[in-house]
């Protein structure tokens, strides 16, 4: 599987970017995709999974009610809708797809496919 992502930037405090991940290769080897993300000097963090094989839509806690994650099915195809960002969301945003159970979703170890990473700057 193969992982393109796209939709980073500069924005200001309170504003918006939406990321968008495409997947291609053997799409049937894989029933989740999402977000990581690594801020300036911290280590790399969970964000936000669409595990549509259980139905599963998990975020982390700092991004929830400002962050939402879709996924387009036809396109293989993730998204991640930022809004309110705030500066600590700084950092390089990786999409990533694996077959991840629930007890695992959070785990960067349960995802084999990475993509490259998206820069995210949010200032002041």
């Known amino acids: 599987v193969q992982l393109q992502a796209s939709g980073g930037g500069l924005v200001q405090t309170g504003g918006s970017l939406r990321l968008s991940c495409a997947a291609s290769g053997s799409i049937s080897s894989i029933n989740a995709m999402g977000w990581f993300r690594q801020p300036p000097g911290k280590e790399r963090e969970f964000v936000a999974v669409?595990?549509?094989?259980?139905?599963?839509?998990l975020y982390r806690d700092s991004v929830k009610g400002r962050f939402t994650i879709s996924r387009d099915s036809a396109k293989n195809t993730v998204y991640l809708q930022m809004n309110n960002l705030k500066p600590e969301d700084t950092g390089v945003y990786y999409c990533v797809a694996g077959r991840p159970i629930l007890s695992t979703m959070r785990s960067d170890k349960t995802y084999g496919y990475w993509g490259q990473g998206t820069q995210v700057t949010v200032s002041n």
């Open positions: 669409n595990r549509w094989g259980g139905g599963n839509i």
